[in-house]
Structures are given as structure tokens and as C-alpha cells.
């Protein structure tokens, strides 16, 4: 009879919580602030190791992690987002649109590192515990993923920026993903000398972050208002 592993379930020391707080509230997306330098290996796995102890519906473990440092094929991508970055420009007007263009996009040439993390729908097989009445929890699962890599880098002191700005069919193309898999976007990743206070985004008037209190219903839906 197999004994099951337990672990102690109590809380963290006040230290250790207030470290795991300052990587969520600290974490930021980061554009084109890159430094040139390398990753370290060691730092590097301790990062994908975080994203892949993401909780999964099902233990599916449906991510994968495809490393990019070729210069010429992270090229290739950025030429992709420039073509889908163009479209994406063109459905903003005035202000929105001027701001739009002044945003520095230029991470996945600049970062050192770049990853492509995909979903494999098929990885536990056709019925998966969990996923049984929601197809996209494996989806969901993967972007869980993602978070936990981007709050190791943040305690790491590597910055990352998510570009979700192509068509799928390029990156495709680019990376030999087969129409199977899903991508989930594609992250740079590298070190950076300083990051914004608060959300890019906020600080440059593009939007402000929303009340919680206004987030948050008791019981039942609350419409707006």
C-alpha cells in the first residue's frame, strides 16, 4: 500500500509572504527595456521548473517550452508581429491610435531569450478529469504556467513581456508547430536595469487599473452600475 507524501499546510513566515507578495505586485511586462546579457543556465531551469509545477486540470501538463536565441529566427518572428502589429494599429483612432504607435515593441529582438510556450490539447488523452465539460481548461492550465514562470523571472530579476500579437499561422511556420498544438504566446525574456511602478499601460494613460471593490460580488452577478 502506497503511503501518501504530505507536507505541512500552515502558513509562511512573514518574511517568505511578503517576498511571494512583491513578485505578484512588482511583476511587470516589459517591452523594450532589455539588456543584451545572457540568462544563466542555472536561473533559467529554476524559472521553467516553476512554470512547470503549475497547477494542471487533470495533471495534464499540457505545455511545452520552445527556447529561441537564433538571431535569424527570432527575426523571422519579429517580422511576423511587425506584419500583425501594422493591422492592430490600424483598428485604434486618434489618441488611442497615436499612443499605440509610440509603444516600443521591440522585445523580441532585443531579449536574449525568446519563448514560444504552446498547449498539446492530446497529451492525456481524449477525456481528461476535469476538462470532461470545459475543452479549454487546458488552455487555462497553460496560462497558469505562464504565470508561474513570470513570477520566478520577477524573483530572479529577469523581466518578461508577452507578445500575443500575430497570426498563428507564421509562428507557425517559423517554429514547425503542427496545426495540433496551440499557441499560447510568446514571451522574451532578459534581464532589465529598472522597471516601471506601475503597469506601463496605467502610466502612460492607456488605462487605469480597476477598483477591486467594483470586482467583487457576493453571492450573484452584479451588473455594471
Known amino acids: 500500500m502506497q503511503t501518501e507524501a504530505l507536507m505541512e499546510a500552515g502558513a509562511f513566515s512573514d518574511e517568505e509572504r511578503a517576498a511571494v507578495y512583491r513578485a505578484i505586485m512588482t511583476r511587470r511586462d516589459v517591452r523594450d527595456e532589455f539588456l543584451p546579457d545572457e540568462i544563466e543556465d542555472e536561473a533559467l531551469w ?3 521548473t516553476a512554470a512547470h509545477h503549475a497547477p494542471s486540470v487533470g495533471f495534464m501538463q499540457p505545455w511545452n517550452f520552445i527556447l529561441v536565441r537564433d538571431e535569424a529566427r527570432k527575426k523571422q518572428v519579429w517580422q511576423a508581429f511587425a506584419k500583425a502589429n501594422d493591422e492592430a494599429a490600424s483598428m485604434f483612432e486618434g489618441e488611442k491610435a497615436a499612443l499605440y504607435r509610440s509603444l516600443k515593441l521591440e522585445g523580441i529582438l532585443k531579449a536574449p531569450l525568446g519563448i514560444c510556450v504552446t498547449c498539446d490539447p492530446d497529451r492525456a ?3 481528461v478529469l476535469g476538462r470532461t465539460h470545459n475543452p479549454r481548461m487546458d488552455s487555462y492550465s497553460t496560462v497558469c504556467a505562464i504565470q508561474n514562470l513570470w513570477l520566478a523571472a520577477r524573483a530572479e530579476g529577469i523581466g518578461v513581456g508577452w507578445v500575443s500579437i500575430f497570426h498563428e499561422a507564421d509562428l507557425r511556420a517559423v517554429l514547425g508547430i503542427p496545426d495540433r498544438i496551440e499557441i499560447v ?5 532578459g534581464k532589465v536595469k ?5 503597469p506601463e499601460l496605467q502610466v502612460k494613460g492607456w488605462r487605469k487599473r480597476l477598483a477591486l471593490e467594483e470586482l467583487v460580488f457576493e453571492e450573484r452577478w452584479k451588473a455594471p452600475g
Open 46 to 48: 529554476r524559472i521553467l
Open 125 to 127: 488523452g481524449p477525456v
Open 185 to 189: 504566446g510568446w514571451l522574451c525574456l
Open 194 to 198: 529598472a522597471l516601471y511602478g506601475e
